[in-house]
């Protein structure tokens, strides 16, 4: 079954940026899609962005269009999330996520089926 392992957490300051990994193992075929989910103290788990990466296709929230960027590279079966343009709102913890099919069938964190541990965000 897939493993996911998320790298890449910190601090930055307000207006900097940090670059998470997510390293996956397991997978038997490429039908896949993998999301950046997260959560602030207090608060429910939200989608960030998704990737498909057999099709290419992406996805982002409102809240970080413009300054984040998800992107992969299929031979290290490696996932990033760049995050640029930081502000204390992005403070929380980032989970990486994967499913079986096409990221257009559900992006709730209820349709993803493989988490990793989790990676603090902190802003100031």
């Known amino acids: 079954h897939v493993q996911l392992v998320e790298s890449g957490g910190g601090s930055a300051q307000a207006g900097g940026s940090l670059a998470l990994s997510c390293e996956a193992s397991?997978?038997?075929?490429?039908?896949?899609?993998v999301g950046w989910f997260r959560q602030a103290p207090g608060a429910e788990r939200v989608g960030v962005a998704s990737?498909?990466?057999?099709?290419?296709?992406?996805d982002y929230a409102d809240s970080v269009k413009g300054r984040f960027t998800i992107s992969v590279d299929n031979g290290r079966n490696t996932v990033y999330l760049q995050m640029n343009s930081l502000t204390a709102e992005d403070t929380a913890m980032y989970y990486c996520a994967a499913k079986a099919g096409s990221c257009a069938a559900g992006r709730k964190s209820a349709d993803f089926d493989y988490w990793g541990q989790g990676t603090q965000v902190t802003v100031s």
């Open positions: 397991g997978y038997t075929d490429s039908t896949y899609c």
């Open positions: 990737i498909f990466p057999n099709g290419a296709s992406t």
